[in-house]
């Protein structure tokens, strides 16, 4: 049991040490080449495309189902004209920053991880090296741009989105007109949490893009390992941004207090 | 000339490649032959820097190159031209533009030369008019020949092949160890075909190598090994008279 557990732990520490270096190597050459805007545009073209629909309806829904939570909570204490603004801070702080990366997570780091997989396993990174290219500035690259761009997209289209979506709920659900639930949505939604989401959304995109890029550019064993892969980024995204979320979360409230006191 | 000098490679525990030492004179057509597993395609990426060795030398025109970095190396891969396994054609790519990838980033040439040097490689694999379809519409003998066409429009000196029949039905398979043959006699290129087909070995190598558990157990000519008494070398060779005895 002992010897399992510390084999699972060396295991987990070498992936970890390889994806940290796989990481420094994307940075290196993000450093050094010179990134092709063609590609790079095309992905983030593709990335948008691929999960706007999705992305678009979770924050419509996102935006109701806050509408709803806070509706019954401020019922009792009168303040029905802080909804918008509430609904849409938890939003843009938390919901709207994770439920973005979740979809990302799902949608474009499973096919990056498989696409990426794929050409690893019927040998088309090897063939990209022979004929005189890097994969990594080819290849990985562009995705990993274009995943932390398109993230801020999604961002944005699913708070518009779940602003719609709370107005319509606040309309029908809360007996708040539209133009009550977005009057003070300025007065609640502060610079810190604006910046807190952006943060958040940054973040994690960056551990979405390192997991998805890192499990498919390191791929064995055919169209099994191609599988594994895909599972594997699948269920490392999920906990790594749930990580990064409580690390952000933490850093960001040590922060808070050093610079505007408890 | 290519020189492994006590060439080792590990995976983990397991030591693929045990010591090898073996040169390949300019011009030469030498085939590896081994059962899986036993280190050839190894050997084949080592050279070109895809997996870099334990221990040992690598040694091409008079330079050591296995402590070469990446950039070093791309030097290596435009003398170098590896065919693989698998087609590995870049599936959103056109027959031409996978071509051309490789001239765009080894040579600095105009479109016009880069169409002139693609048309001049299909012709050379015996394809012509497919270079506006996609890997996916045309046959997986087609494939072969295109990963031919795309390695061998670079000119390099060394041409590299991976097991390049494996998959392909006898009427292909001919045809690629022909075009193999051809190829090395038109562009005067050093030929190291890693497979399992003594019968192709026997019929167009200068010189066969027979591995096994990532040693050397054979070496010499196709006449040579005809009368070789090693063990593995008589059961590829029983395969051999047994089609010989059916035609």
């Not at chain 1, 994806?19 to 990335?47: H, P, Y």
């Not at chain 2, 085939?31 to 036993?38: M, V």
């Not at chain 2, 600095?108 to 270079?131: C, F, G, P, R, T």
Request: proline fraction near 3%.
């Amino acid at each position: 049991m002992i010897n399992q557990a510390a084999l699972w732990i060396n295991d987990l520490a070498t992936e970890l040490g390889r994806g940290v270096l796989f990481f420094l190597n994307i940075v290196e050459v993000w450093r050094k080449k010179k990134i092709s805007r063609e590609l790079m545009f095309e992905q983030i073209w593709k990335v948008t495309l691929q999960s706007s629909l999705t992305t678009g309806m979770a924050g419509f829904f996102v935006g109701a189902i806050m509408t709803v939570q806070f509706t019954m909570q401020m019922k009792d204490f009168g303040a029905m004209g802080y909804l918008g603004g509430l609904a849409t801070s938890a939003t843009i702080r938390e919901v709207g920053p994770l439920l973005i990366a979740f979809m990302l997570a799902g949608k474009v780091g499973a096919f990056t991880s498989a696409e990426l997989g794929t050409m690893r396993v019927t040998e088309q990174i090897d063939a990209i090296r022979c004929l005189g290219a890097d994969p990594i500035q080819e290849l990985v690259l562009p995705r990993f741009v274009a995943i932390i761009i398109s993230s801020f997209f999604l961002l944005g289209l699913g708070l518009i989105l779940s602003i719609f979506g709370g107005i319509l709920m606040g309309q029908f659900f809360s007996g708040v007109n539209a133009e009550e639930y977005v009057r003070h949505i300025p007065t609640i939604v502060s610079w810190p949490s604006v910046m807190s989401g952006l943060i958040k959304c940054f973040v994690f995109a960056v551990v979405l893009a390192a997991i998805c890029t890192y499990r498919g550019y390191t791929t064995t064993g055919g169209a099994k390992g191609v599988g594994r892969a895909v599972v594997k980024t699948a269920v490392g995204t999920m906990i790594a941004i749930v990580i990064a979320d409580w690390l952000t979360s933490f850093i960001g409230d040590l922060l808070i207090r050093a610079f505007m006191g408890n | 000339m290519i020189e492994f000098k006590g060439l080792v490679k590990k995976f983990g525990d397991r030591v693929v490649l045990k010591g090898l030492d073996f040169s390949i004179p300019e011009g030469e057509i030498l085939f590896i032959l081994g059962t899986s597993g036993t280190g050839k395609s190894v050997l084949l990426k080592n050279l070109v820097g895809l997996l870099k060795p334990d221990a040992g030398q690598i040694w091409i025109d008079g330079e050591e190159v296995s402590h070469f970095n990446e950039d070093q190396y791309q030097a290596i891969r435009k003398k170098c031209g590896m065919v693989f396994q698998q087609p590995a054609l870049f599936d959103s790519l056109t027959v031409y533009e996978n071509i051309a990838f490789g001239l765009r980033r080894h040579f600095s040439m105009s479109e016009d030369e880069i169409k002139i040097k693609v048309k001049k490689a299909l012709q050379l694999v015996h394809l012509s008019n497919i270079e506006t379809k996609l890997p996916a519409q045309i046959s997986y003998g087609m494939q072969k020949r295109v990963s031919l066409a795309r390695t061998i429009a670079l000119e390099p000196k060394i041409l590299l092949f991976d097991e390049p029949t494996t998959g392909l039905d006898p009427v292909t398979t001919n045809a690629i160890n022909q075009l193999i043959f051809e190829l090395s006699d038109t562009l005067k290129t050093t030929s190291i075909v890693v497979s399992h087909d003594m019968k192709c070995a026997l019929d167009i190598a200068d010189r066969i190598i027979v591995m096994d558990q990532g040693q050397i157990v054979e070496q010499g000519t196709p006449g040579n090994l005809r009368r070789s008494l090693v063990p593995l070398v008589r059961e590829f060779l029983s395969e051999v008279v047994e089609s010989e005895g059916l035609a």
